[in-house]
């Protein structure tokens, strides 16, 4: 079992910036995907960005080129860099990681959210 720990969440203006980070608990043999999902109330759970294990990123539509999404280098880990957030983007941020074993291809792991408020 992969533990995912998040923090950097918070509350900012409109316009403003936080870089929420998660660490893995272990490496893994190998990563599929890691990267950040969110959760607004009352929708399902949606991608905001990730990084596939080849190294190539992917975003959702509503990002607009203003977050980037990056894994870490020494320790198994990625982190969201959110500029000029909006209202809209309020929500939990989770960690997401899916993995591979000596088992299995796919493992799925989520942290426990950090919430990010943005006030208009």
């Known amino acids: 079992q992969v533990h995912l720990v998040e923090s950097g969440g918070g509350l900012v203006q409109a316009g403003g910036s936080l870089r929420p980070s998660c660490t893995a608990s272990?490496?893994?043999?190998?990563?599929?995907?890691i990267g950040w999902y969110r959760q607004i109330p009352g929708k399902e759970r949606e991608l905001v960005g990730l990084?596939?294990?080849?190294?190539?990123?992917e975003y959702a539509d509503f990002v607009q080129g203003r977050f980037t999404v990056s894994r870490h280098n020494a320790k198994l880990g990625v982190s969201l860099q959110m500029n000029n957030l909006r209202p809209e983007d309020t929500a939990v941020y989770y960690c997401?990681?899916?993995?591979?074993?000596?088992?299995?291809?796919?493992?799925?792991?989520w942290g426990q959210g950090t919430q990010v408020g943005v006030s208009g």
């Open positions: 997401h990681l899916d993995h591979g074993d000596e088992v299995r291809a796919n493992i799925v792991s």
């Open positions: 272990r490496e893994v043999l190998s990563v599929n995907a």
């Open positions: 990084v596939t294990g080849s190294g190539v990123k």
